[in-house]
């Protein structure tokens, strides 16, 4: 529901630079933004430390909080300002009600694992609850409840879903009426005690805790080698490297990991839309429908003004040929099922990672077991993943048993996702039917100011963006992770890769994880 981005059934440059539009909007921005974070230099000498993280969202600078209360020195590097990762994209729904749903948790992994499952998203929140006490951060932290709805035809569905929640221990009740209107129809699950708030005033109260605690943050400082052992080597593309005792790659998906973790979860985009409109006319509260395509809802009040946030119309990244499409129809549904709408004040998209057994992946790197530990998988529910898996990793770098860590184990195998992984598998290597496809265009000439295109030139893929002034930028359109052919994202002005997820400015630099170096520039004559 993306309390980091999405559903299944579904360098500050970038933030800017690639989200130029052509409609009524000159770029896609969330409403998060209007927070201002420290800005932190780049890392400018090799250093020494006990723990390095690599990635400044919620999962880096909650492991960097709880860690260092033990004494740890600690090390956050990120390859843009921190915080301006996916973190900022979040509709920030903090939550239990797990995005798989509970009666598929069971079905793959048993009762005794969605218990342990809800137990893990329910002590996220109150951690959060608790960080926030603590550290007495203004984030507009507010317990709400949360309503999921199951439309006329679902029955059977929503009775599974209820039975399953309660044998999970969530706290739970069916035959709800309806707060909102539009879904008067529906039957209604209430989830009592869910929360949300203002990730990045959230993000920022942590950043002002570790900081005292004598953690280090570097911003625009790029991983691009990590050399596990008994001391971990961090290379990073302004030359210099960070020796750690350990390392937790925070990255949304791994960065240190090359095949294993992979062929296990899909990237998907998903999109908002922002509304400003009357308070107190929409009931204060989360919500989230079982429909396909899938909605997500709630409120934000920001002094006098009150926002409703509404996201969904996910899509696996790279395989969506017009995604302004996806905004037009999610504007549609919002002004169907909302009467009164205000101005449309902000639009944005994010990228969720979506497990293929429904569950996150949080411990050692399968491919650098040492002391590399990685922390992936969020399903949509980035928030509360990113506070469970700085509470798993911070035990399991501490030596601690977690009651968490072997349901979240990256090595695990579910035998009963088979189907899942299958037809995953499937649709990716699909995906390297491009190399032989011609171009999108045939010149050159062919493409606007401020967009890219993919070209052939003889044997080679290219992937070409000229921009707002004319100049053109030319690269081999080869992912440089597994060498699939990347695709033009013109709402976000990115290249997108529709088999593992990676993303890359419009001018070629590396975005967005598993890949690690930028696109290489291509030098021949088209």
């Not at 342990?116 to 609850?129: K, P, V």
Request: glycine share 8%; charged share 25%.
């Amino acid at each position: 529901m993306f309390s980091a981005l999405g559903n299944s059934k579904r360098n500050k440059k970038y933030f800017t630079d690639y989200s130029i539009m052509k409609n009524k909007f000159s770029s896609t921005s969330s409403i998060w933004l209007e927070q201002e974070l420290p800005k932190f230099e780049p890392l400018s000498s090799d250093i020494e430390t006990d723990i390095c993280i690599i990635g400044g969202g919620i999962t880096g600078l909650t492991s960097a909080y709880l860690l260092s209360f033990h004494g740890k020195k600690i090390i956050i590097i990120d390859q843009q300002d921190i915080g301006m990762g996916e973190t900022s994209r979040t509709t920030a729904h903090i939550t239990n009600a797990i995005d798989d749903r509970y009666a598929e948790i069971e079905k793959l992994h048993g009762e005794k694992s969605s218990l342990l499952a809800a137990q893990s998203q329910t002590e996220a929140i109150n951690t959060i609850e608790k960080i926030v006490n603590s550290e007495n951060i203004d984030c507009d932290f507010k317990r709400v409840d949360g309503y999921l709805f199951f439309n006329p035809d679902q029955l059977d569905e929503f009775k599974e879903e209820f039975d399953a929640a309660l044998r999970a221990g969530v706290k739970v009740e069916m035959e709800v009426k309806s707060p909102l209107d539009c879904f008067a129809n529906y039957s209604v699950l209430k989830f009592y005690s869910q929360a949300q708030f203002h990730s990045l005033k959230y993000l920022n109260g942590l950043i002002t805790r570790i900081q005292q605690n004598k953690c280090l943050l570097f911003g625009h400082t790029r991983a691009t080698e990590i050399k596990d052992g008994e001391i971990v080597e961090v290379k990073t593309e302004n030359g210099f490297t960070i020796r750690a005792k350990d390392v937790i790659v925070a990255t949304n998906t791994p960065i240190s990991d090359y095949v294993s973790i992979h062929l296990k979860q899909a990237a998907y985009r998903t999109y908002v839309v922002c509304y400003e409109i009357n308070k107190g006319s929409i009931p204060e509260a989360l919500y989230w429908d079982n429909e396909e395509p899938y909605h997500y809802i709630r409120t934000f009040t920001n002094g006098r003004k009150t926002y409703l946030i509404i996201g969904g119309e996910d899509h696996k990244t790279g395989q969506e040929e017009n995604p302004e499409e996806r905004f037009d129809c999610l504007e549609k549904w919002s002004n169907e099922n909302f009467k009164d709408l205000g101005k449309l004040k902000y639009r944005w998209s994010g990228q969720v990672m979506e497990p293929a057994d429904g569950l996150s992946f949080i411990g050692k790197d399968p491919e650098n077991n040492q002391h590399v530990y990685i922390a992936t998988g969020d399903s949509g529910m980035g928030i509360t993943h990113g506070t469970f898996s700085a509470l798993i990793l911070t035990d399991l770098i501490l030596g601690k048993d977690n009651p968490w860590a072997e349901l979240y184990d990256p090595k695990r195998i579910t035998l009963k996702a088979a189907p899942e992984y299958i037809k995953e598998g499937i649709n990716t290597l699909s995906q390297y039917a491009d190399l032989l496809t011609p171009g999108d265009v045939s010149d050159v000439i062919e493409i606007g100011r401020g967009e890219g295109s993919i070209l052939r030139n003889g044997l080679d893929k290219v992937a070409v963006y000229k921009d707002s002034h004319g100049k053109i930028y030319k690269f081999s359109a080869l992912c440089t992770h597994l060498k699939c052919v990347v695709q033009w994202n013109s709402v976000e002005k990115t290249w997108d890769c529709p088999c593992h997820g990676s993303r890359f400015s419009a001018t070629g630099e590396v975005i967005n994880g598993p890949a690690i170096s930028n696109l290489e520039e291509y030098k021949k004559k088209l």
